[in-house]
């Protein structure tokens, strides 16, 4: 049990990476290398990663018949904010790519042998609750601006939302809120998990080494952001099944961005 770990490495001390300063150009760069291995071996990729159109279709149908329409988009647009963690496999697939190793898609479920899975798990976790405090911070807005009773039709919701002062207050609150959301997660996760896979530096070290990044790179981050939220936009339409291509890229450029962000282990 010596190596289970979580909040700091197998030697139990905190690790501080160096992070470099980075531009716009090599955001795009990393985002371009992305691409790059997803042409590697895409029919592995999109094979690997149908579990996201699909669970976001699952997501919807379940929030619909469960007569949760006003939910239904605040839980498929926080399902951006396990992005992180439900792309750890893609990660693993670039680091072997990237050491000259076999890239066969059976490669991305080795990470469940990785020492820092622990820490992994964690962070992950952390991101759930994230996830679900978004989903109640956004249900609490819907009820303190339409009351609790749930709407009878969704035509109905969709007039109750686009056709009054309330509904427009909601958009606008509730983009805002989420922009929010979806900041902290990517200030604390913009390198945690491809750090993690790369050294078993341990979860509070992962966090601290992003948030480190973002503050030393705040404009190309939020640039690395933008990219992510119009991917996203784009692998939702038609009815998600743009991510089984748009979240490998995303995947892929995720650990190339890391590559820059972060200074190589001596």
């Excluded at 992180?84 to 000259?100: C, D, H, T």
Aim: proline fraction near 6%; include cysteine.
């Amino acid at each position: 049990m010596a190596t289970f770990h979580v909040m700091s490495d197998a030697e139990h001390a905190v690790a501080h990476p160096q992070i470099n300063k980075i531009t716009i150009g090599q955001v795009w760069d990393a985002f371009l290398l992305g691409i790059d291995d997803f042409r590697e071996q895409p029919s592995h990729y999109v094979f690997l990663c149908l579990l996201f159109p699909l669970s976001g279709i699952i997501l919807m149908i379940w929030s619909s018949g469960a007569n949760l329409m006003p939910i239904m988009f605040p839980l498929t647009a926080g399902f951006a904010l396990l992005g992180p963690l439900l792309a750890v496999g893609l990660y693993e697939i670039s680091r072997r790519r990237e050491a000259g190793l076999d890239t066969s898609w059976r490669h991305a479920f080795e990470v469940r042998h990785s020492p820092a899975l622990p820490a992994i798990i964690v962070v992950g976790l952390m991101l759930l609750t994230l996830f679900v405090a978004w989903l109640l911070v956004a249900d609490r807005l819907y009820v303190s601006l339409f009351g609790p009773e749930q709407p009878q039709s969704f035509s109905s919701f969709i007039q109750q939302v686009l056709g009054t002062r309330a509904g427009w207050t909601l958009i606008v609150a509730g983009h805002a809120i989420g922009f929010c959301f979806a900041a902290v997660v990517l200030a604390t996760t913009v390198v945690a998990f491809p750090l993690l896979l790369d050294r078993d530096v341990g979860a509070v070290s992962a966090v601290e080494t992003s948030l480190r990044a973002t503050i030393a790179n705040p404009i190309p981050v939020a640039f690395w952001g933008f990219i992510v939220a119009v991917c996203m936009m784009i692998g939702s339409i038609p009815v998600f099944a743009g991510l089984a291509v748009m979240m490998p890229i995303l995947g892929h450029a995720t650990w190339h961005l890391y590559r820059k962000l972060v200074v190589p282990a001596k």
